[in-house]
Every structure is written in C-alpha cells, then in structure tokens.
C-alpha cells in the first residue's frame, strides 16, 4: 500500500464524498416528500392522484436507476426536455426513492391496529385529529426501520452517478485508477470513504430505532 | 416530415440485437439468483448456528454487502482482483462473482428470518402430537417457511435483475451498450436516443413488473 | 320518571347478507345500568358498535336524547364526544403515556384547557388506584390497569352513556374484580351505561335491567333477579346453565350404578 499516494489524493475524495453527499441527501430529502405525497394521494384516495401515484411507484421500482438515467440524461434533451446533470441526479434519484419511501409511509400505514383508529373514533376525534394525534405518529414509528434502509440504499444507488459525468466518489476513484494505475489503493479509499458516509446513518438509525422501541412503540399489541 | 425515431428500431435487426443486449443481463440475473439460492441457504443456516464465530462471519459478510455499493464491489473484482491475485476476470465472471457474494447474504437473511419468524409453539405443539422431528419438517415448518421467504426472494430477484444493469459499467456490452451503438448508427436522426432508451426503460419494466406482481399476489393470498 | 338518554327502535345490520341485528329495540333511561348478555355471535357487541356509529345499520333509527344520531355520515365525532367506548382490548395509544392518553380527547375534541383536564385526570386515575402511573408508557401496565386507564379515558369525557364491550374478556382472571368494581362505582355514581358482558355475577350485580339477546333479537328482558333466577324462555333457560358444569363426584356416583346395575 502506498500511503504516500493515499495521502497526497485525500482531498480528491473529499470533493467526491462531499458530492455524493450532497446530491444524496438533496435526492433523499425529495424522495421523503415525493413517497410521502404518493402515499397520501392513495391513504385518502384522492382521485387521479391516487392512480398516478399507484402507476408511478410501479414503475420506478420496477426499472434501474441506471436505465432511468441514460433516458433522462442522453434520451429526453433529444427530444426538447434538458436537464444539468446535477438535476438528472437529483431528478433520477427522486423518481427511483419516491417510490421506495412511498411503499415504506404505506407499509406503516397499514401496520396500524384498525382498533387503534375506533379507539381514536370514541374518543371522538375527528377525521383529521385522529389521523394527526393517533394513526400517523404510529405509523411513522413502524416505518422509520424501513425509511432509514431506503437512506443507506439511495445513497449507495449514487455511484452510477458517474454516466452523468459528474465528480462523485466513484468517478473521482475511476479518474486516479486509469490515470495512476494504483488500482489497489484507489480502490481501497473509495471503500472507506463509502464506509465513512453510510456508518453514521446506520448509528443514527440505529438509535433512533432504539429510541422508538423504548417509547412503547415495540409491542403494539394489547396495549 | 422525417420518420419518428422509434422506426430505426424495426430497421434491420435492431430489436433483436436489443433483444440480446438484454439477455445478457438476464442471463448474468438467473445465474446469479440461482446461485443465491443455494448458498444463501447454506448462509441462512450458518447464521442460525450456535458458533459464535460463524456468527461474526455472517455479519460481517452481510455488513459489507449492505453498506458497499454493488458499484464499488465491481470494481473490486473486475479492477482490483487483477492487481492483488493477478486474476484477470472478464465482465461476466465479475458481475456472477460480486452478485452472488452479494445476492447470498441478503437470500441468507431473508432465510434465516423466515426460519425464525415461526414460533416455537409450532414445533412444539408438532411434536406433541407425536410427528417426528423429518415430519414436523416436512409438514409444519417448511410450509411456513416458504409461505413468508417466496413473496421476498421474489422480491430480491426482481432487485438483482435490476442491479445487474450496471455491468454496463465494467464494460458488458449489454442492452444499454447495444442501444448506444444503434444510436451511433442513426447519428442523423434526432430523436433516435429517446426512442432507444425510452424501449430499454420499457423492457426493464416488463421484465420485472410481473414478478413485482406475483409476490405482491403471494404476498396478500398467504398473509 | 328519569329521561330516556338512548333509543334505539328496531335496527336491523346484516354482514354479508347474514342478519346479526334483526329488529332490536331497547331503551335506556338516565342513570340506568343495561347489561346485555347472550351467546358469542348473538350480535351484542355489534349492537354496541351500531349505537356509537361504528357500524352502519341497515334499518331502524338510534336517539340520544332529542338528537337522531343513526344515518348519519358527517360530523359523527360530535355523536361519539357525547358517547364512552371501552372494548376488550383497551387500546390504549401506545406511543402516548397514560396522562396524554388521558388528555388527548378532552383538549382536542373538546377544546378544554389542558390544566383543568390533567387535574381532574389525577383525581379520577387516584379514584381507580393508578395516580402513579400517570406519567408511564401503556405497555408497562398490566392488562387490568390499562382497562382502568380506558375506563377513566372514556369518563373523562364527561358522556352521556358509557357502553362497555366485554371489557373484561382479555384478562387473566384475578385482574377482573379490580376492573369491575370501577364499573360498580360508575354505577353508584349515577353513570348511564349498556354493558355486554360474559360475567354473569358481576351482571347480576350491576345490572338495573338485564337483555337476553340471540340470533339478532332480544328473546327476554327484566330486572336481574328475574332474569337469573326465573328465566321465561327455554333459551334463556339453557344459556344460563352453560356456566354451571356438572360436578364430576356425582358422575362417578352414577357411574357405578350402571355398571352394577341388573
């Protein structure tokens, strides 16, 4: 191992970690708010609305983050529709997250004891009140596991962000591997600065998680 | 008024050729989950030893694959093996090697909790009728299982198809590469590049979209 | 004579085409205790759904007091403000202690000031034996101490009726008592309330006025003695002994009997 290499490219991954980070969590933050409209339009079912979101979470998670890119990137321009390649990513990673995030909201949802929502009723809460003081906080606990899995996936899935040309980690590791021929060692940084990225969410999911399951969110049955 | 570009795909051969871009990821996805299968039950079963090493072992290995892009672990194959062992892996054995490291540990997983979701009164009351252990096997436990592992290993596969696009980033010439070779050819047709990539888009979803279904149909019918 | 607080005229709610409500009617006056008792699947605890708007009904109309509360489709949270629900499984909130369990229907459906609430919570949890729960988490609490939280939740809404749906049926059976001597001292306390339940003693103490309902209609109904004692209907007969068991000694007296028999 070359650590002199190692050391004089540490600020190269700097810039790519701080790329993928950034247009990570600007596509996260989107996805959060994309799954959670998605997943409202179909818990109201709001009409349109409800099918469109039904459609889409179809299709975005049945399709590669990879393919989904190319055509935003190389296809639509061709056809009058032009993007940066800063916004396909953010775009590209919204579509493919919405729909996971949306199915995450859902699955919470539907976690929900139905008699938790009587219960609610006979207290005589109205519609909105039972779904903002007793379904939603319930359901958002239930589906913070799976909220946090989609964050680590999302910003794994940003290594294909490359094809748009854009400096991530992954494409500043390419540059120095065919530029300098240290194969191994560019290899190597790129594994610890990924490491370095996703170690802290899985620290904060996981206390989060603990949190939620001292609360009393832990044994939802009988209570 | 010049021919919409989606023309140039009846032109010649060029949907079978695109056809066969495909199978070669699809091809790369059926030997990889096939291979999954069988080593995530042997992963799936390690996991549930008593050896406290074997345990670790698992963990890690299930770590790793979860906080790596499958991006990062190509590359690591396909570049880095070179450089360490002096293997010079083609694409393909690559993307079987670093799929299936990969697709193992999370089939191991879901079997694992498959295996473990079944309360041990089943066994239990199971036993006490008398069966021995080969028929409570046979009729209680593996029944159980397979109802809760199907709908997800199903799921997992559909995730592997999709994942195995990216061996276009390790030089496969795949659906994706053939698509961009088309639109080389047809260089004088605007809009050829939208069509090309909007179709690739479109076999992606019909590949995985029934499958996405049929777990979703196993999933409600066994729930 | 008190006011008649709940109506209910003839009602009818089918499941799939099977009626499990065909014709009930029954009213109750202010202040009184109606226990409803029956086989499983008589339609009890769908009565008691029906009356707080948690099923539909098919036919048929349900007051409270003046107010037609049956048909409607909007604003059925002022209905249930006015009426107390406490099932067999609590249902508590399990993401709330019991003080914000306690205080989430008063200060949202009713808008009251949360002081004045958290007050009279303390006393009334004091009242049930559980002041020092107050600030605890539902699941910490044993099955018999959640359903007196539930009961002092629904209390606290001050209603007209409070309708109880086998409160005691998910509890192990040395908790029972302490839950329904909750109930008996709502009673005393001048609480009107429709009470489905399988404890026949506690009905027969609590109870002004006992409903025998099967097969969706109220087949007997009268004043606890007469009822537990001196049934009219064969049915009721026959129910009623299904809680007494043969003692197995007098068995084994006969027993011999038939053998040695000639």
């Given at each position: 191992m070359d650590w002199t290499f190692i050391a004089s490219h540490v600020w190269d991954y700097v810039g790519g970690a701080w790329v993928t980070l950034r247009f990570g969590l600007y596509g996260v933050l989107c996805s959060l708010a994309l799954g959670m409209l998605c997943c409202l339009a179909r818990y109201f079912r709001v009409p349109v609305f409800r099918q469109l979101a039904v459609g889409y979470i179809e299709l975005a998670r049945n399709t590669p983050l990879l393919v989904q890119l190319f055509f935003l990137y190389a296809g639509l321009p061709r056809v009058g529709i032009k993007f940066s390649a800063e916004a396909c990513a953010v775009i590209g990673l919204t579509f493919l997250g919405g729909a996971y995030m949306a199915e995450a909201f859902r699955s919470g949802l539907e976690a929900v004891d139905k008699a938790q929502v009587e219960a609610g009723a006979c207290i005589g809460l109205t519609r909105r009140q039972n779904i903002r003081y007793v379904i939603f906080p319930q359901a958002l606990a239930t589906a913070v596991p799976a909220l946090f899995a989609n964050v680590i996936f999302l910003i794994k899935e940003?290594?294909?962000?490359?094809?748009?040309?854009?400096?991530?980690l992954m494409n500043v590791a390419d540059t120095l591997r065919t530029s300098g021929g240290r194969t191994v060692e560019v290899l190597f940084m790129l594994v610890m600065a990924y490491l370095i990225i996703l170690l802290p969410v899985s620290v904060i999911a996981t206390m989060v998680e603990r949190r939620l399951r001292y609360a009393g969110f832990g044994d939802q049955h009988s209570v | 008024m010049q021919d919409l570009g989606i023309s140039i795909l009846f032109k010649g051969i060029n949907f079978q050729r695109l056809m066969g871009g495909l199978w070669v990821t699809l091809r790369l996805a059926l030997i990889t989950i096939g291979l999954s299968c069988l080593f995530g039950l042997l992963f799936g079963m390690l996991m549930l030893s008593k050896r406290k090493i074997a345990k670790v072992f698992c963990r890690m290995w299930l770590e790793i694959v979860r906080f790596m892009p499958q991006l990062v672990l190509l590359y690591i194959v396909y570049f880095g093996f070179a450089r360490l062992f002096g293997w010079d892996l083609d694409g393909e054995t690559s993307a079987v090697i670093v799929f299936t490291f990969w697709g193992t540990a999370e089939m191991g997983d879901l079997i694992r909790g498959a295996l473990t979701s079944i309360p041990l009164h089943q066994t239990e009351s199971a036993a006490a009728l008398g069966l021995t252990k080969g028929q409570v096997y046979l009729y209680v436990l593996i029944p159980q299982t397979l109802r809760r592992l199907l709908p997800q290993a199903i799921n997992l596969s559909t995730r592997i198809i999709k994942t195995t696009a990216l061996v276009k980033m390790i030089n496969v010439t795949e659906v994706l590469k053939v698509g961009q070779q088309i639109i080389g050819q047809f260089y004088r047709q605007p809009d050829a590049a939208f069509w090309v990539y909007f179709v690739i888009f479109l076999l992606y979803f019909l590949v995985c979209w029934p499958f996405s279904l049929l777990a979703k149909q196993l999933e409600k019918r066994w729930a | 004579m008190a006011d008649t607080i709940l109506r209910v005229n003839d009602i009818h709610k089918s499941f799939d085409g099977t009626g499990v409500l065909r014709g009930v009617s029954l009213e109750i006056r202010e202040g009184e205790v109606v226990v409803i008792v029956g086989p499983s699947g008589c339609g009890k605890s769908t009565l008691l759904r029906c009356i707080n708007g948690l099923e539909a009904i098919d036919k048929g109309e349900i007051w409270l007091r003046n107010e037609?509360?049956?048909?409607?489709?909007?604003?059925l949270h002022l209905v249930r403000q006015k009426i107390g629900m406490v099932f067999?499984?609590?249902?508590?909130?399990?993401?709330?202690k019991v003080m914000d369990n306690l205080l989430l229907g008063p200060t949202k459906a009713l808008g009251k000031p949360k002081q004045e609430v958290e007050q009279e919570a303390m006393q009334m949890l004091e009242r049930v034996g559980l002041k020092e729960k107050a600030h605890v988490y539902p699941r910490t609490l044993s099955g018999g101490q959640k359903q007196r939280v539930a009961l002092v939740r629904a209390m606290l809404m001050h209603p007209e009726i409070m309708l109880l749906d086998e409160i005691t049926a998910a509890l192990d059976p040395e908790m029972v008592s302490e839950v329904l001597n909750v109930v008996i001292d709502l009673a005393r306390g001048g609480m009107t309330m429709a009470i489905v339940t399988h404890e026949m003693r506690f009905a027969e103490a609590v109870a002004d006025r006992v409903l025998f309902l099967e097969e969706g209609v109220v087949l007997e109904e009268g004043t606890p003695e007469k009822f537990f004692h001196a049934p009219t209907t064969e049915r009721a007969r026959r129910f009623l002994q299904s809680f007494t068991y043969a003692s197995k000694r007098d068995k084994a007296e006969v027993q011999p009997k038939n053998n040695f028999g000639d």
């Amino acid at each position: 191992m070359d650590w002199t290499f190692i050391a004089s490219h540490v600020w190269d991954y700097v810039g790519g970690a701080w790329v993928t980070l950034r247009f990570g969590l600007y596509g996260v933050l989107c996805s959060l708010a994309l799954g959670m409209l998605c997943c409202l339009a179909r818990y109201f079912r709001v009409p349109v609305f409800r099918q469109l979101a039904v459609g889409y979470i179809e299709l975005a998670r049945n399709t590669p983050l990879l393919v989904q890119l190319f055509f935003l990137y190389a296809g639509l321009p061709r056809v009058g529709i032009k993007f940066s390649a800063e916004a396909c990513a953010v775009i590209g990673l919204t579509f493919l997250g919405g729909a996971y995030m949306a199915e995450a909201f859902r699955s919470g949802l539907e976690a929900v004891d139905k008699a938790q929502v009587e219960a609610g009723a006979c207290i005589g809460l109205t519609r909105r009140q039972n779904i903002r003081y007793v379904i939603f906080p319930q359901a958002l606990a239930t589906a913070v596991p799976a909220l946090f899995a989609n964050v680590i996936f999302l910003i794994k899935e940003t290594s294909v962000f490359s094809v748009l040309a854009m400096m991530d980690l992954m494409n500043v590791a390419d540059t120095l591997r065919t530029s300098g021929g240290r194969t191994v060692e560019v290899l190597f940084m790129l594994v610890m600065a990924y490491l370095i990225i996703l170690l802290p969410v899985s620290v904060i999911a996981t206390m989060v998680e603990r949190r939620l399951r001292y609360a009393g969110f832990g044994d939802q049955h009988s209570v | 008024m010049q021919d919409l570009g989606i023309s140039i795909l009846f032109k010649g051969i060029n949907f079978q050729r695109l056809m066969g871009g495909l199978w070669v990821t699809l091809r790369l996805a059926l030997i990889t989950i096939g291979l999954s299968c069988l080593f995530g039950l042997l992963f799936g079963m390690l996991m549930l030893s008593k050896r406290k090493i074997a345990k670790v072992f698992c963990r890690m290995w299930l770590e790793i694959v979860r906080f790596m892009p499958q991006l990062v672990l190509l590359y690591i194959v396909y570049f880095g093996f070179a450089r360490l062992f002096g293997w010079d892996l083609d694409g393909e054995t690559s993307a079987v090697i670093v799929f299936t490291f990969w697709g193992t540990a999370e089939m191991g997983d879901l079997i694992r909790g498959a295996l473990t979701s079944i309360p041990l009164h089943q066994t239990e009351s199971a036993a006490a009728l008398g069966l021995t252990k080969g028929q409570v096997y046979l009729y209680v436990l593996i029944p159980q299982t397979l109802r809760r592992l199907l709908p997800q290993a199903i799921n997992l596969s559909t995730r592997i198809i999709k994942t195995t696009a990216l061996v276009k980033m390790i030089n496969v010439t795949e659906v994706l590469k053939v698509g961009q070779q088309i639109i080389g050819q047809f260089y004088r047709q605007p809009d050829a590049a939208f069509w090309v990539y909007f179709v690739i888009f479109l076999l992606y979803f019909l590949v995985c979209w029934p499958f996405s279904l049929l777990a979703k149909q196993l999933e409600k019918r066994w729930a | 004579m008190a006011d008649t607080i709940l109506r209910v005229n003839d009602i009818h709610k089918s499941f799939d085409g099977t009626g499990v409500l065909r014709g009930v009617s029954l009213e109750i006056r202010e202040g009184e205790v109606v226990v409803i008792v029956g086989p499983s699947g008589c339609g009890k605890s769908t009565l008691l759904r029906c009356i707080n708007g948690l099923e539909a009904i098919d036919k048929g109309e349900i007051w409270l007091r003046n107010e037609k509360i049956s048909g409607r489709t909007k604003d059925l949270h002022l209905v249930r403000q006015k009426i107390g629900m406490v099932f067999q499984s609590y249902d508590l909130f399990p993401h709330m202690k019991v003080m914000d369990n306690l205080l989430l229907g008063p200060t949202k459906a009713l808008g009251k000031p949360k002081q004045e609430v958290e007050q009279e919570a303390m006393q009334m949890l004091e009242r049930v034996g559980l002041k020092e729960k107050a600030h605890v988490y539902p699941r910490t609490l044993s099955g018999g101490q959640k359903q007196r939280v539930a009961l002092v939740r629904a209390m606290l809404m001050h209603p007209e009726i409070m309708l109880l749906d086998e409160i005691t049926a998910a509890l192990d059976p040395e908790m029972v008592s302490e839950v329904l001597n909750v109930v008996i001292d709502l009673a005393r306390g001048g609480m009107t309330m429709a009470i489905v339940t399988h404890e026949m003693r506690f009905a027969e103490a609590v109870a002004d006025r006992v409903l025998f309902l099967e097969e969706g209609v109220v087949l007997e109904e009268g004043t606890p003695e007469k009822f537990f004692h001196a049934p009219t209907t064969e049915r009721a007969r026959r129910f009623l002994q299904s809680f007494t068991y043969a003692s197995k000694r007098d068995k084994a007296e006969v027993q011999p009997k038939n053998n040695f028999g000639d």
